[in-house]
């Protein structure tokens, strides 16, 4: 029964925030509902371990939280400077696509 | 029971927590004031759900998993928020109180869900 609630809960924001990252005016809206809809997954997987018992599933948690972390730092750098492999530089120009992506 | 108490307290906290920033990721006008609203309550809603769910493990080797998920969590979590509204801010994108416009109040027309609009 509690994890049950705490999973609707869970699924209720997921649901938010996919709404926000569907809507999302910039490309900077879409990052920040998908960086909190990967802490709620962390904590859907969590919850879901307990609700079922099987407690192992805490690793799965544990190794979504770390990729989770890496992803929205790459995709940031990936739309700061338009490519993964230069060092800092930007390949296009940044501010003429904030509005439109 | 006072520990189940306490467990049903923490992840009740927790998922209304998550469903308040759920909502003000949904409804607040910008991009800043927004991920305001899902950065705060990102890390108190995973802390307050993992510390219920290490209330009904007790002390095992699954509540120190869950340790270990809280604390990459509580690491990530505000330096993921830092890193973007610092990509944002490089990328030109405006806070919506740095236009003038939307402290006058005859511009009642202006549509606060595009920030293009709100760019000099």
Not at chain 1, 23 to 29: A, C, I, N
Request: aromatic letters at 8%.
């Amino acid at each position: 029964m509690m994890y049950a609630v705490a999973i609707i809960a869970i699924l209720i924001t997921i649901l938010l925030a996919l709404v926000r990252a569907l809507l999302g005016p910039t490309v900077y809206d879409r990052i920040a509902a998908m960086n909190m809809l990967g802490t709620k997954t962390i904590l859907l997987i969590a919850v879901f371990a307990f609700l079922t018992d099987r407690h192992d599933l805490l690793d799965i948690a544990l190794v979504y939280a770390l990729i989770n972390f890496i992803g929205v730092v790459a995709v940031l750098k990936l739309v700061e400077q338009g490519n993964l492999y230069t060092n800092g530089e930007s390949s296009v120009d940044v501010k003429s696509e904030v509005g439109d992506k | 029971m006072i520990v189940e108490t306490l467990s049903w307290i923490c992840l009740v906290l927790g998922g209304l927590l998550g469903i308040i920033g759920g909502i003000g990721l949904h409804r607040f006008p910008d991009f800043y004031t927004r991920l305001h609203a899902a950065g705060t309550t990102d890390t108190l809603c995973a802390a307050l759900f993992l510390l219920g769910l290490g209330l009904q493990a007790g002390i095992t080797i699954a509540s120190f998993k869950l340790f270990l998920i809280f604390a990459f969590i509580f690491l990530t979590s505000p330096t993921a928020s830092h890193s973007l509204a610092n990509a944002a801010m490089i990328g030109g994108l405006n806070p919506i109180l740095s236009n003038p416009d939307v402290l006058n109040p005859d511009v009642s027309n202006l549509d606060v869900s595009n920030p293009k609009q709100l760019d000099e």
